[in-house]
């Protein structure tokens, strides 16, 4: 089998991009298949626990309080109405449950209800996982000793470029949480975002970075911009699809046993372009219509592909009803009409369903 590496050079992912793209895929997803069944993709619903006025200036995050992105601010939810999220994901076939509040770092009050939730969606059967931004000292074991799983904590982009979209917090605060993830026991889910005005020097740079950590993150979430009204990126020039699966291929290369997650911006992905992605090695994906404020395919689409796909084709020769699911989400949002925000509608338009942020 293929050994894991943690030297690649800037040159030879360089030189990984500069394939053709037919050459690119085959090499991609023949080393997917050393590692992983090329049929299975691992799915997961995001939830944001707390919403919106984070201190933190990241110019793609309509939660950013810098931003004016009608995008109306929440406490932190009750522990009931999460739970109650948490059921209706499992019923319409997620099997980890992920948790998003939009902070700078989680406050010592708070961490008894962070905890609580991490435990009782544990109950459920499903795997665990939260981001929290920046973690202070004690906090990862506090995580941990919870039973959390994976912890989200995402690089976003090259170290040169990273001044460019966030400026609160440095790319060494960030390899710092890192550490006490890793240190604590956790695994960990970090990736980044493309299409953001970065050059391709700052693709490569990300994923040498990631690439470079020992281990590497179990879960590698990549996210094409989704661009917010009134964030500082609304305007940025599109990402052309293909760009976006190259940077799976080469993702999949250097991270082989990595979990690479398509995240936001899948739903401007026909599927055609989605089959693509999971051929170069994409193997997770969320699951539902939101990505805590950015919209994502619907379920019942991601059944439907899975079905044409023959992907998950244990779980998906007798898939979750759509009525199923579709009681299941009625059931949590009677629980809390307020549940879901969505930043990328206007502001004269209905609200639509559910909350988040990037992973």
Known sequence: MTSIRHDWTHQQI??????????????????????????????????????GACPEDCKYCPQS????????????????????????????????????????????????????MIRQVKDLGLETCMTLGMLKEGQAEELA??????????????EEFYNEIITTRTYGDRLDTLDKVRKAGMKVCCGGIIGMGEE??????????????QPHPESVPLNMLVKVPGTPLENVEDLEPLEFIRMIAVARIVMPASRVRLSAGRENLDAAQQAMAFFAGANS??????????SN??????????????INSQQTSTPVGEDVHQAALQEALEANN????DATRKQDEPVTKPCGLVV
């Open 65 to 116: 309080g810098h931003y004016n992105t009608g995008l109306e601010k929440e406490k932190l939810l009750e522990i009931n109405k999460v739970i109650n999220q948490a059921k209706a994901a499992k019923q319409a076939g997620a099997g980890r449950f992920c948790m998003g509040a939009a902070w700078r770092s989680p406050t010592a009050k708070d961490m008894p209800a962070v905890t609580e």
């Open 285 to 294: 994906i969320f699951y539902g219509d939101k990505l805590l404020t950015t």
């Open 14 to 51: 360089a030189d990984l991009f500069a394939l053709p793209f037919n050459e690119l895929l085959f090499r991609a997803h023949s080393l997917h298949r050393e590692f992983f069944d090329p049929n299975e993709v691992q799915v997961s619903t995001l939830m944001s626990i707390k919403t």
């Open 338 to 341: 307020s549940l879901y925000q």
């Open 297 to 310: 395919p619907e379920a019942g689409e991601d059944q439907q592909l899975f079905a044409r796909l023959g």
């Open 200 to 213: 391709a020097k700052d693709r490569i740079g990300l994923l040498q970075q990631l690439a470079s950590l």
């Open 145 to 158: 000793a919870a039973g959390l799983d994976y912890y989200n904590h995402n690089l976003d982009t090259s």
